[in-house]
C-alpha cells in the first residue's frame, strides 16, 4: 500500500467519497483500505464504500486500483478513455463504460464525456472523464431514497445508468428543436442560403449544407455514445451478470426501453438530416437550372440585335437594301420589337 504521500495526491482527484450502510450515508476514512475492510465486514449485506474520481492520472489510480483489486486491462480502459460503451465482467468485478452527452445551448453543439464504473460485492469506484454527467446528482437523488440504496452497489449502477440514457433523450429532444429551425430555413420560400450567407448587418455564417454536415456529424457522434451501448443494457436486463442483482432487473430492462427510444430518436435526427441535405441540393439544382434560363433568355434575346446590326451595322447612305432613306429606322425597330417578343414569350413560360 502506498503511503500518506500516495493518499494525498489520490484526495486531490476524489470528488466524492462516502460508505453506505442500510441506504444510509456516511463520510469515507482517508484510509481506503480501513474503509473498504469496514465496508466488508459489516454485517449487513447493504454495506458499500463509493468512491468518485475525475480525470485521475495512472500515478493517483494506482493506490485505488491496489486497494479494490481493480483488473489491469479495466483500469488500463479507465485511464486512456476514449472507449466505446461496453460491460466487462472480471473475477473480482464488474467494469462498465459510459458516455455521457452533453449539449451547449450557446453553440447548438454536442460532445461526449466518458464515465466507468467498476462495481463488486461491497465497493463502486466512478471515474470521469470530460465536464459532462457530473454525477453528484445522482447521488443526490439515491441518497434521498434509501430503500433503493439498500440494495448496494447494483443501485448505483442503474442510478447511473439511467440518469444517462435519460439525458440522452433530453439531448435528442434539443437536437430535434435545431433541427425544426433549420428545416424551415432550408425550405423558406425566399431562399435560405442566400439569407444565411449574405445577411445584412451580419457577419456571414456557413452555408447551410456546411451547417447540415457539421449537425450530421453531432448526431454522428451522438449515435456512437447510444447505439454500443444497447448491448450491455441487454445483458444487464437479463440473467447470470455477476454482482448484479436478480431484483434489479426489471429496472434495467426500463433502462434499456428508454435507450431505445433514444436510439431511435437519434437515428430518425441522422434520417432526417440525410433528407434535408438531399432535398437543399436538389433546391440547389434547381435555382441553378432557373439561373441559366434566365441567361439564357437574356443571351437571346441580346443576340437579335447583334445579328441584326451584324447584317445592316455598317450604315452608309442608309441601306435596306441600299439607298433607302426609312431602311435605318426601320432596323431599329425590328430589333426593339423582336427583343420585346422575345421578352414577354421568355416571361410567360417562366423563364425570367
Same mark, same amino acid.
Given at each position: 500500500?502506498? !503511503?500518506?504521500?500516495?493518499?494525498?495526491?489520490?484526495?486531490?482527484?476524489?470528488?466524492?467519497?462516502?460508505?453506505?450502510?442500510? *441506504?444510509? #450515508?456516511?463520510?469515507?476514512? $482517508?484510509?481506503?483500505?480501513?474503509?473498504?475492510?469496514?465496508?466488508?465486514?459489516?454485517?449487513?449485506?447493504?454495506?458499500?464504500?463509493?468512491?468518485? %474520481?475525475?480525470?485521475?492520472?495512472?500515478?493517483?489510480?494506482?493506490?485505488?486500483?491496489?486497494?479494490?483489486? %481493480?483488473? =489491469?486491462? /479495466?483500469?488500463?480502459? /479507465?485511464?486512456?478513455?476514449?472507449? #466505446?460503451?461496453?460491460?466487462?465482467?472480471?473475477?473480482?468485478?464488474?467494469?462498465?463504460?459510459?458516455?455521457?452527452?452533453?449539449? @451547449?445551448?450557446?453553440?447548438?453543439?454536442?460532445?461526449?464525456?466518458?464515465?466507468?464504473?467498476?462495481? !463488486?460485492?461491497?465497493?463502486?469506484?466512478?471515474? #470521469?472523464?470530460?465536464?459532462?454527467?457530473?454525477?453528484?446528482?445522482?447521488?443526490?437523488? +439515491?441518497?434521498?431514497? =434509501?430503500?433503493?440504496?439498500?440494495?448496494?452497489? &447494483?443501485?448505483?449502477?442503474?442510478?447511473? $445508468?439511467?440518469?444517462?440514457?435519460?439525458?440522452?433523450? @433530453?439531448?435528442?429532444?434539443?437536437?430535434?428543436?435545431?433541427?425544426?429551425?433549420?428545416? &424551415? @430555413?432550408?425550405?423558406? =420560400?425566399?431562399?435560405?442560403?442566400?439569407?444565411?450567407?449574405?445577411?445584412?448587418?451580419? /457577419?456571414?455564417?456557413? =452555408?447551410?449544407? $456546411?451547417?447540415?454536415?457539421?449537425?450530421?456529424?453531432?448526431?454522428?457522434?451522438?449515435?456512437?455514445?447510444?447505439?454500443?451501448?444497447? *448491448?450491455?443494457?441487454?445483458? +444487464?436486463?437479463?440473467?447470470?451478470?455477476?454482482?448484479?442483482?436478480?431484483?434489479?432487473?426489471?429496472?434495467?430492462?426500463?433502462?434499456?426501453?428508454?435507450? &431505445?427510444?433514444? &436510439?431511435?430518436?437519434?437515428?430518425?435526427?441522422?434520417?432526417?438530416?440525410?433528407?434535408?441535405?438531399?432535398?437543399?441540393?436538389?433546391?440547389?439544382?434547381?435555382?441553378?437550372?432557373?439561373?441559366?434560363?434566365?441567361?439564357?433568355?437574356?443571351?437571346?434575346?441580346?443576340?437579335?440585335?447583334?445579328?441584326?446590326?451584324?447584317?445592316?451595322?455598317?450604315?452608309?447612305?442608309?441601306?435596306? @437594301?441600299?439607298?433607302?432613306?426609312?431602311?435605318?429606322?426601320?432596323?431599329?425597330?425590328?430589333? !426593339?420589337?423582336?427583343?420585346?417578343? %422575345?421578352?414577354?414569350?421568355?416571361?410567360?413560360?417562366?423563364?425570367?
Amino acid at each position: 500500500m502506498q !503511503g500518506a504521500g500516495g493518499r494525498g495526491r489520490i484526495r486531490a482527484v476524489i470528488v466524492d467519497c462516502a460508505i453506505y450502510r442500510d *441506504g444510509r #450515508r456516511s463520510e469515507g476514512p $482517508s484510509d481506503f483500505s480501513a474503509a473498504l475492510a469496514e465496508a466488508r465486514a459489516a454485517d449487513s449485506g447493504d454495506s458499500f464504500l463509493w468512491i468518485g %474520481l475525475h480525470e485521475p492520472t495512472e500515478e493517483e489510480f494506482d493506490h485505488v486500483s491496489d486497494e479494490f483489486g %481493480l483488473h =489491469p486491462l /479495466a483500469v488500463e480502459d /479507465a485511464l486512456k478513455a476514449h472507449q #466505446r460503451p461496453k460491460l466487462e465482467v472480471y473475477d473480482d468485478s464488474l467494469f462498465m463504460v459510459l458516455k455521457p452527452v452533453l449539449y @451547449e445551448p450557446e453553440s447548438d453543439a454536442v460532445s461526449t464525456g466518458e464515465l466507468m464504473v467498476f462495481m !463488486g460485492d461491497s465497493f463502486v469506484v466512478t471515474v #470521469r472523464h470530460g465536464e459532462g454527467a457530473p454525477l453528484s446528482a445522482v447521488r443526490k437523488r +439515491l441518497e434521498a431514497e =434509501p430503500e433503493v440504496l439498500k440494495h448496494g452497489p &447494483t443501485a448505483v449502477l442503474y442510478a447511473i $445508468s439511467d440518469a444517462v440514457v435519460d439525458h440522452y433523450i @433530453e439531448v435528442a429532444g434539443e437536437l430535434q428543436v435545431d433541427l425544426e429551425e433549420m428545416e &424551415t @430555413e432550408v425550405f423558406q =420560400p425566399t431562399g435560405g442560403e442566400a439569407k444565411t450567407v449574405f445577411s445584412r448587418g451580419a /457577419a456571414p455564417g456557413p =452555408p447551410i449544407a $456546411s451547417r447540415i454536415y457539421m449537425f450530421k456529424r453531432q448526431v454522428l457522434e451522438f449515435r456512437r455514445a447510444t447505439g454500443p451501448l444497447a *448491448g450491455p443494457m441487454s445483458r +444487464l436486463a437479463g440473467a447470470g451478470v455477476p454482482f448484479v442483482s436478480e431484483h434489479a432487473q426489471p429496472f434495467f430492462r426500463d433502462v434499456s426501453d428508454h435507450l &431505445t427510444r433514444a &436510439t431511435e430518436q437519434v437515428e430518425g435526427l441522422d434520417r432526417l438530416l440525410s433528407d434535408i441535405l438531399s432535398a437543399h441540393l436538389a433546391q440547389m439544382g434547381v435555382r441553378q437550372n432557373d439561373d441559366m434560363r434566365k441567361i439564357s433568355a437574356w443571351a437571346a434575346m441580346a443576340a437579335v440585335p447583334t445579328m441584326v446590326a451584324g447584317v445592316y451595322g455598317m450604315n452608309f447612305d442608309h441601306m435596306w @437594301e441600299l439607298h433607302q432613306v426609312w431602311g435605318y429606322p426601320a432596323v431599329i425597330v425590328l430589333m !426593339g420589337v423582336a427583343v420585346v417578343g %422575345l421578352y414577354r414569350l421568355f416571361k410567360h413560360r417562366g423563364w425570367l
